[in-house]
């Protein structure tokens, strides 16, 4: 029955292919550390990690989730809560960041339809082994609208960046959803638009 | 305390245990507690959280700082207890007015129970065991009494009025914020103190209106060289009369205008503001702040202590002001004490009553009181007096030092003072003025009337709290329209402030610790294995396995295994876990059981989740989950061995092979192949039983009694799978009771009833003639099963072997089986109907359609001739 030491709380989600990193960005933002073993991820692991943004203090619950392809079904689960996802690939792995389709595809079934989305080429140290151009990256984030960065845990390229980024995106959204009038609006919309082609059949 | 061992059964009867010193429980929990505080009882009591109870201790402790008594409640992490770290509080319970212990056991689970609650928490309920374990424990009304008697000694008894009963020392037990708790351990590292100008006014104004005053207020309120930070300005007298004091509006007017008087009468040069004001009928006191310190002010709350006649009529008593500035916490309280030279008690009285009933919110129930802050300035007209020595004559002119030292000799404050009746821990600044009561108003002379009043040092400024220093103490003759003379004190205060680089620097360092340790302290198990292994599974064989889970980590873990979307249960129907869920104590471990059979009840999930996995299909993934951790995912894995049941009859017809010799993954081919290209017409493995059954003749009487999906096999069961699975050449090896119960497996298994994807308007068919329209297109294998079946079984309802209706009944079901939940009593009926149609000895259409369909079930077996011609005979 700790006391809250935060203002907000927000859940993230580290998904991608087994080995792009995913553990190791985590670990490195939380621990600001790096180990080079792979120790594969069997479930779901979470570390907390609290960030000051804009004068308040925002406590990042992160699930790091397994990657290996026999537990994709089962970690779909997982996405429901989240309000962030971060979507991993593998400079060094051509497979991975093709699989990038997948995961998208996977978070549209799955995820809270708002979720704050970025997409992260990991292993940017590794510039001699690179089969991923940066500009691919950023073309399919483009593409579907999603913030981009390249990071390394191992060089501790962009990790705190990239948290902070997407935290302070989940920030606006929220503090907007404050300040907006009228909540319910947003849903009221939705609503009327799924049933607009039906209406205008009847009318034609 | 007690003697001999701790739990009678325990380990610590060993001589290592013995030549220790002994420990028992109640010293153990003693350690948890801080010198000045008292175990008094424990008491053995145990919580249940969903399934599971939850052994703990509740302990009576007392408190000498705080004069109380509160329960406090510990669940263990082991048991038996060896530590005092193994002791975890859950909850604290402090024995005040609200205090409740109830127990009432109306729908409750044991006679053995109640509730503890206080304030406004929702009552939690604790269990306790007829007998106690623990000898150093109390049982159950020594319980109950004790603490009844505690509440008794607190609340009713004659304390000394000194002592303040509080709670605080709880706090230490309390979780409060582990942020706000390592910002304070290191507050060193980002906290400087920084100087700000006090400035405190008292003066008694005899019922005088502000516009009385043709003297500026400014001697008063503007003296000293500095600009003062904050001034806190009490006013005494401000109109005492019957009249105004019946009349709110006209008191607040003036009150109004001498607020304005006076913001308009401070120092030049800088902008002020009023930050609060507080009245109590006369007695006001109006906190101004420079402008710029406005925003640093948090937390200001106002509060007075009526006193005077009836304690209640406010023309004595006391008002104050209670702020935050940066981090200090500073009050002022403005009073006006019990009058007339021989009422010294009173005023003693007066100032106690004030000090203990002021109270300023805190946050719902915590209140903070006068104590509780850096920095206290006590002002007013306090009306000590200067005792006369008996029959001693007045002293003569007073303007001069000597004469006041003197006359403070005989300052009724400061003999209190001197024998702690009053002001305890308050200072006062050195007295170079002469007394400021009783003038004649107008004048600077002391009272000429009849009563002729002794002069006095009415009005005073006191102050306690660390790092105050008083630069000036004086009262102003100029202002001469009330019997009082004005006073004023000026002090340098170094108040805590936070300096915000260091503090921003610290905080992240803190977040950064806070959460590490959150993170290190996550609760973890370790799993022997994440996949679990089971080999070769058979259709109707058990088999399990067990692993192991470890606590290795300091604290008591909670794990479950988590109930999944699909399906919407821990595991899948062909699983059994055991336990699921549990907690283990530090250092323990927990053996999981993991069973699976695929029976009658699961084949046709786990054949459906081969079938629509793409690549190799892992019989289940559990979700084992850490309460407050990690989720870790259990595989759990083999082979399954296909058999018959279960198959559908046209993968059964795909085979060229006995069913035994195929492989999941092979058999997974044939279940998702769609063309309809079959190798035989009917599945040998059908025809065979029928053949065997058929020609057990007399041997059948009696059978297809009765059906049920759930029933356990019989113990010949799988000999009969083995032989279907062969094709063997053997003696069939069972009775005609396991070839029915297999051939009418075999029938219900498949996914698909066999009568399918016409169930429903085969059910709704209104003739023979009219169903065989749609049986004829039925797959070829589903309708060569379907008319050998009926060709069999109206032998045998031709040969009394068993009675129709009932045939009808069961096969019906079988064969038009339905995926909808709410089967009728009208489906059944339907079922039973249609079947009649189909093997009624009488019916007459018997033979439309039936044609050629069983004959040409397979030329593969040597028994299908005979038993094909009969069977159309």
Known sequence: MAKKTYDLLFKLLLIGDSGVGKTCIL????????????????GIDFKIKTVELRGKKIKLQIWDTAGQERFHTITTSYYRGAMGIMLVYDITNEKSF???????????????????????????????????SKERGEAIAREHGIRFMETSAKSNINIERAFCELAEAILDKTSGRESAENPERVVIDRANSDKAPGYNKCCA | MERGSLYPNGADTSAAAAAAPEKTTMSIVQQRFKADETVHLIFEAYQIRGQEHFEGLLTLVSSASGGTYALISFSLLRTPLTASNELKINKVFPINKTFQLTTDTKGSISEQQFDLSTDDDRPSKYYYHPIRTDLSAVDFNEFCAKINSCKKAMWEAELPSETTLNFRWLDDYREIGEVKQELKKRQSQYIVYKDIIVYCATWNVNNRPCWDNNNSLRPWLASGEKAPDIYAIGLQELDTTAKAMLNGNQMQMYAAQWIRKMVESVHDGVEYEELQSVRLSGIMLTVIVRKELRQHIVRCRVNSVARGMFNALGNKGGVAVSFQLNEAKICFVNSHLAAHMTYVAERNDDYKAIEDGMRFEENGLLCRTINDHDHIFWLGDLNYRIQEPNGQQRPGPMNDAQTFELLLQYDQLRTEMSHDRCFKGYREGEIKFAPTYKYDVGTDTYDTSEKQRAPAYCDRVLWKGKRIEQLAY?????????????????????????????????????????????????????????????????????????????????????????????????????????????????????????????????????????????????????????????????????????????LSMETMCRTNRPVGEYKQDEI?????????????????????????????????????????????????????????DTWSEDEFPG?????????????????????????????????????????????????????????????????????????????????????????????????????????HVDSPDTNAGGNGHAGGANGASGASGTSGASLQA
């Not at chain 2, 429903?760 to 039925?778: F, T």
Request: hydrophobic share 40%.
């Open chain 1, 27 to 42: 670990f490195r933002f939380s621990d600001d550390a790096f180990t080079s073993t792979f120790i594969s991820t069997i």
């Open chain 1, 98 to 132: 093709e699989n990038i389709v997948k995961w998208l595809r996977n978070i549209d079934e799955h995820a809270n339809e708002d979720v704050e989305k970025m997409i992260l080429g990991n292993k940017c140290d590794m510039g001699d082994k690179r089969v991923v």
């Open chain 2, 474 to 646: 004086n009262s102003v003759m100029e202002i001469r329209q009330s019997d009082h003379k004005p006073v004023y004190a000026i002090f340098r205060v170094k108040i805590k402030t936070r300096d915000e680089a260091k503090y921003k620097l610290v905080l992240s360092e803190v977040l950064k610790a806070v959460d590490k340790r959150e993170n290190d302290n996550q609760p973890q198990i370790i799993t022997e294995r994440t996949i679990i292994e089971f080999g070769l599974v058979r259709f109707n064989e058990p088999a399990m396995r067990d692993f192991n889970v470890y606590n290795n980590c300091p604290q008591q873990v909670d794990f479950m295994f988590k109930v999944k979307d699909s399906p919407n249960d821990i595991c899948e129907k062909w699983l059994h876990v055991d336990p699921q869920s549990d907690s283990l104590m530090i250092d323990s471990a927990r053996s999981i059981r993991v069973r699976m059979l695929v029976d009658p009840t699961s084949i046709t999930g786990l054949l459906h989740k081969i079938c629509n996995t793409p690549g190799k299909c892992d019989f289940d993934i559990l979700i084992l989950h850490v309460r407050s951790g990690r989720d870790i995912f259990i595989t759990v894995t083999g082979e399954y061995q296909p058999s018959c049941f279960g």
């Open chain 2, 668 to 724: 997974k081919q044939l279940m998702v192949d769609v063309t309809p290209e079959y190798r035989v017409t009917m599945p040998r493995e059908f025809f065979l039983l029928i053949d065997y059954l058929h020609k057990q003749g007399d041997q059948l009487k009696g059978i297809f009694q009765s059906y049920d999906r759930r029933q356990p096999l019989s113990s010949q069961f799988n000999a009969v799978r083995d032989w279907l």
């Open chain 2, 735 to 839: 009775t005609p009771q396991t070839a029915a119960e297999a051939l009418l497996l075999l029938l219900d298994l498949p996914e698909q009833a066999l009568l399918e994807p016409f169930v429903e308007d085969l059910l709704h068919s209104r003739s023979k003639s009219e169903a065989m329209e749609l049986i004829a297109l039925l797959s070829a294998p589903k309708r060569n099963v379907f008319m050998h079946l009926c060709m069999f079984l109206r032998e045998g309802i031709e040969r009394h072997d068993y009675e129709a209706n009932n045939v009808a009944a069961i096969f019906g079901r079988i064969l038009l089986r339905t995926s909808k939940s709410n089967v009728t009593l009208d489906y059944q009926n339907l079922c039973s109907q249609f079947m009649r149609r189909f093997i």
